[in-house]
């Protein structure tokens, strides 16, 4: 015949449980939660109680441990009682990128074939300007001159000023509109 299965007796010490997370804890449903996070860290991990030590003893021990693991959580959270908090984050809705990225195709589409090449080589793929006028076969001026043109243009296109920013989540299509990333390149 072989063991029980310790998991059968978890059930028999939930009323002791219980009455050991209200005395921690002071409140019902606060105790109660604790309870069933330590049926399941108990389950979970039921393959490191050892068969014929008190099953009580380990399982208010995961219970303790819970219990204070949660105080110090607490410690670090912080009360928003009347909201000014919670009123302060915003998060920039997805959409805005995906509009401002179907502009930005448009206008990258409306570029001659050498102006988006440039850009495709300099911004977006990486290559300095030596290697992408070597790709190219022309000299280093034209691809320049290229590059520069066509980011006057996609912010001409985009109706974008000097102080505007642009807000996407590709790098790519950044570098691809901005010098400074390009000169890093």
Sequence with gaps: MSDPDPRDALVEHLPAMRAFAISLTRNGATADDMVQDTLVKAWTNIDKFQVGTNMRAWLFTILRNTYYSSRRKAKREVADVD??????????PAHDGRLQMTDFREAFAQLSDEQRE??????ASGFSYEEAADMCGVAVGTIKSR???ARQRLSELMHLEDDDSLEMTDDATMSV???SKAASF
Excluded: F, S
């Design 83 to 92: 909201g000014t908090h919670t009123e302060a984050l915003a998060e920039k």
């Design 118 to 123: 440039a850009l495709l080589l300099v911004g």
């Design 147 to 149: 590059t520069n043109r």
């Design 177 to 179: 509109l901005t010098a």
